[in-house]
């Protein structure tokens, strides 16, 4: 079966008429414990009432009348349908009780339990006890041994409780009324399951669906994520893992349609160097020209694919970096001096440690001191302190023409340039979007700000390392 929902809603019905067989057999149980205690209650009530009957009783030899007027008082006494009948079986009294009971139904089920002088006592029935529980004889029908009724007599002449006086009846009411109720709770929570449970699978389904559609090539498709149960968790999770995914195929492919754009540039120069070097009549000081030439478009194009293979590697939900403790201080002061740029560290720093790989760290700095070096003119400086929350704040400025503040976050995105940039300046757009991958590979972040005076400050954080 390869449908959930009937799975779930087949094993939920299972459960039910589980629970009803359970409970019916548990209701029988005690059903018939409580019977076998109303049988032994009334069997003993029947036995008192017929050992008080048969003392009170006159002897067998006295008058009718007599015995007729005892047993009338004491059936009015005890309150019971009563007869006296003698030792063969004729009926010498009754009370009014019995009367009106043979009135309302002839068929009344009655006992007859026999005395010791062959007389009988005959018993309908009471009323009070529930219906279905006994199973009497007829009138006139002895619970004894034989005619003589001798063996039902016990010890010092008194009766003995006939064996089987309240045996069980076939049908149970009782039994049917509680099979009719879990038959319809049954059947309710049968019927109103199955729509709770259409409904939860009916959202697997269509989480199902939209992965499918999303695997299929449709990164825009997200799947409906109300409600905050756990398929709506589920759901939520995956459209977050989609837009990750469409933002990570969409930078690669923007990655690699800006690469190959600007590998145009240094490729089409060096066909054109290496065109002109085939030529015979060329000088000397033209070979040497374009020879440089060369070697100045092979290093563009090694410092592309490089930068190209870094900010992929940085873009790679999955990548890996070897951590470890890297001292700012030493770092900042080896990049400042060999740019040439002034370094400031603040006072009383001594070691600022942060965690992460030195070589993604050192590359962040470099490509901003260099930024400032190429468009900011020669007056770099390089601060390091602390900044909120005891955060590692790394701060370049130049005195260049600035970045307009429309720009100040563009600038961070890939193959950007500024208005104006040429590309004799160097630099292909990648640099500044390397910084900022690196920073957020490690926690941080980066910003520019406008340098009091002229000029652009280049702010780079990290979190402190928390060792």
């Known amino acids: 079966m390869k449908s959930l929902y009937l799975r779930i809603y087949l094993t939920l019905v299972v459960l039910l008429l589980a629970f009803a067989f359970g409970s019916t057999w548990l209701f029988q149980q005690h059903l018939d414990k409580e019977r076998g205690s109303f049988e032994s209650v009334a069997n003993e009530r029947m036995t008192a009432m017929a050992e008080l009957l048969s003392l009170a009783l006159p002897s067998a030899d006295a008058p009718t009348e007599q015995q ?70 007829g009138p006139g029908r002895n619970f004894g041994a034989g005619p003589g009724m001798g063996s039902g007599m016990g010890p010092g002449g008194r009766p003995e409780p006939p064996s089987g006086l309240l045996p069980l009846l076939g049908p149970r009411p009782e039994l049917r009324v509680l099979l009719a109720l879990l038959l319809l709770l049954f059947l309710g929570v049968a019927i109103g399951a199955y729509p709770v449970i259409r409904r939860l699978t009916r959202r697997l389904e269509a989480l199902r669906a939209g992965v499918e559609q999303f695997g299929a090539g449709n990164l825009t498709h997200r799947v409906d994520a109300e409600g905050s149960d756990e398929v709506a968790v589920l759901a939520a999770s995956f459209n977050r893992t989609a ?167 563009r600038i961070f995105e890939a193959f950007f340039r500024l208005p104006g940039h040429a590309e004799q300046a160097g630099g292909v757009g990648l640099g500044l979007n390397l910084v900022k991958q690196i920073a957020q590979a490690h926690g941080g972040h980066v910003r520019c700000e406008p340098r009091q005076g002229g000029g652009s400050c280049f702010v780079l954080t990290f979190p402190p390392d928390g060792q």
Not at 262 to 277: D, H, I, V, Y
Request: net charge neutral; with cysteine.
């Open 68 to 137: 007729a007027e005892v047993l009338e008082d004491w059936g009015q006494r005890l309150r019971m349908p009563v007869a006296l009948n003698d030792a063969q079986g004729r009926r010498i009294a009754s009370s009014e009780l019995f009367l009106r009971r043979l009135d309302e139904d002839s068929a009344t089920p009655s006992i007859r339990l026999p005395l010791k002088d062959g007389r009988s006592l005959e018993l309908m029935r009471m009323l009070r006890m529930p219906p279905g529980l006994l199973r009497m004889q």
């Open 243 to 409: 837009g990750q995914i469409e933002t990570l195929l969409r930078s690669q492919k923007s990655l690699l349609a800006n690469a190959s754009h600007e590998l145009r540039s240094p490729l089409a120069r060096l066909k054109m160097a290496f065109s002109m070097l085939s030529e015979p009549d060329i000088a000397p000081a033209q070979r040497e020209r374009l020879s440089q030439e060369i070697h100045t478009n092979i290093a563009e194009l090694d410092s592309l694919v490089e930068e190209v293979l870094l900010a992929s590697r940085l873009e790679a939900a999955n990548a890996v970096m070897e951590r470890e403790r890297v001292d700012l201080l030493g770092l900042a002061a080896e990049e400042s001096a060999r740019i040439g740029a002034e370094f400031e560290p603040a006072e009383g720093l001594g070691n600022l440690m942060v965690r992460g790989e030195e070589r993604l760290l050192r590359r962040a700095l470099r490509n901003l001191l260099e930024n400032a070096r190429r468009y900011g003119g020669t007056q770099v400086l390089l601060q390091l302190g602390r900044g909120a929350a005891g955060a590692a704040e790394l701060r370049v400025c130049d005195r260049g023409p600035g970045v307009p503040e429309a720009m100040r976050e």
